[in-house]
């Protein structure tokens, strides 16, 4: 959901580049191992991790610090990353950053949509 809001037309002008900025990291990033030590850990247990990763937002010239962050879900047993989350650090919809009970939040939520099988799958 918040993908989809920072990229409807009206906010094309200070958000327009966030697909290809994500498509860009992952193009680079191409392996679970890649992803997984790229990041900034935020929670961790046994198996999963939850990661936050900064993306350049160039429509605004703020770099890494006053760009995109990616809140991402690595699965260690299945070698899945899940996008669970993404904000602007400035701008209209730019977010300081995120509680421990959001992340909480976001994550038993994608827990329950993996089950109910309402996630959409990208193969690198």
């Known amino acids: ?6 990229t409807k037309p009206k906010h094309s002008n200070i958000y327009g580049t966030l697909k290809k900025e994500i498509a860009d990291f992952f193009k680079q990033h ?3 191992e890649k992803v997984f030590n790229k990041s900034y850990m935020l929670r ?16 605004q010239n703020s770099g890494g610090s006053g760009g995109f962050r ?3 879900l690595c699965d260690k047993r299945s070698t899945e990353v899940a996008l669970l989350y993404v904000y602007p650090k400035t701008g ?3 977010e ?9 939040k976001i994550a038993k939520r994608y827990g329950e949509d993996k ?6 799958k990208y193969i690198l």
């Open 30 to 32: 191409d392996t679970f």
């Open 44 to 59: 961790e247990n046994a198996s999963v991790r939850i990661n936050k990763i900064r993306l350049d937002n160039p429509c």
């Open 92 to 94: 209209p919809l730019g």
């Open 70 to 72: 990616l809140i991402t």
């Open 96 to 104: 300081s950053s995120t509680s421990t009970d959001f992340l909480i």
């Open 1 to 6: 959901k918040s993908l989809k809001s920072l």
């Open 115 to 120: 089950k109910a099988n309402k996630l959409t």
